[in-house]
C-alpha cells in the first residue's frame, strides 16, 4: 500500500465549476500538507501548504486537512482554463515530502 | 533571481552506460532532493541531502548514486543505466519544512 493515495482521474469540468481533489495517506508521522500544480513539462510548483487540521484558503483555492481521518483535500472555485493541469498532493515530516500521484485536471472553455 | 537549475533537459542514452545529471541551486538551500516522475507513481524520492557532505537514500535508490560537496549541487549518477531507469528526473531544494523548489525536469532515455 502507498503512504498517499490520490485519484489521477482525469477530470475534465466545465469552466465556473467546482473542482475537488483528495488524498489520503496512512503515515501518521506527517506534519505538513502541500499541494503542489504542474503544467505540462515543467516541474512542480507549491500552490498551498498547511500544518493543521482545517480550512486555508488563497483566493479560489481552499485545501482542507482532516488529520484524524488521514484526508486531504483541494477545491479549487470559479475554475478556468488556465487552471488546466496536474495536481500532486504533498505530505512530509523531517523535510522529506511523499507525493500523490497526481490528478490531471483540464477545463473546458 | 534565484533559481535550481537541471542540466540536460534530454537525454538519449545506452544501456550500461553511466550517466549523470547535473543540478545546480542558487537559493543557499540545505535540502536538496532527487525525484523520478513515471506515470501513475506520482513523483518517488531516489537520495536526499541535508547539507555538504551528507546524503541519504530515499524509496527507489537502487541504481543511482549522489554527492555533495558544495552547497549549491548535488548530482545524480546511474552507475549502469537501465530501461526501468527511463523517466523524468526532478531535482528540488527547500530550506524549511514549507516550500520546496523545483528544477524543470531532465527527461531521460534508456534505450
Known amino acids: 500500500q502507498k503512504e498517499v493515495e490520490q485519484d489521477p482521474g482525469p477530470l475534465s469540468v466545465p469552466e465556473g465549476a467546482i473542482v475537488s481533489l483528495n488524498c489520503t495517506y496512512s503515515n501518521s508521522a506527517f506534519q505538513y500538507f502541500m499541494w503542489y500544480r504542474q503544467y505540462s513539462r515543467k516541474g512542480p510548483e507549491l500552490l498551498m501548504y498547511?500544518?493543521?487540521?482545517g480550512n486555508k484558503e488563497d483566493g479560489r483555492f481552499t485545501a482542507q486537512v482532516d488529520k484524524s481521518s488521514k484526508y486531504i483535500s483541494l477545491f479549487i472555485r470559479d475554475s478556468q482554463p488556465s487552471d488546466s493541469a496536474t495536481y500532486l498532493c504533498a505530505m512530509g515530516n523531517d523535510y522529506k515530502l511523499s507525493f500523490g500521484a497526481g490528478t490531471t485536471v483540464t477545463v473546458r472553455a | 533571481d534565484a533559481e535550481i537549475t537541471q542540466s540536460p533537459r534530454h537525454k538519449i542514452t545506452e544501456t550500461g552506460r553511466q550517466v549523470t545529471l547535473a543540478c545546480h541551486q542558487t537559493w543557499n538551500h540545505n535540502n536538496m532532493f532527487w525525484y523520478r516522475q513515471d506515470l501513475g507513481h506520482g513523483l518517488r524520492l531516489i537520495h536526499y541531502?541535508?547539507?555538504?557532505?551528507?546524503?541519504n537514500k530515499g524509496e527507489v535508490s537502487d541504481g543511482y548514486s549522489v554527492s555533495r560537496s558544495n552547497t549549491e549541487d548535488l548530482p545524480l549518477t546511474l552507475e549502469s543505466a537501465a530501461s526501468s531507469q527511463t523517466s523524468v528526473y526532478f531535482c528540488?531544494?527547500?530550506?524549511?519544512?514549507?516550500?520546496?523548489?523545483f528544477g524543470q525536469g531532465t527527461r531521460l532515455t534508456v534505450v
Open positions: 498547511t500544518y493543521s487540521s
Open positions: 541531502s541535508y547539507g555538504v557532505q551528507d546524503t
Open positions: 528540488a531544494s527547500s530550506t524549511s519544512n514549507t516550500e520546496a523548489f
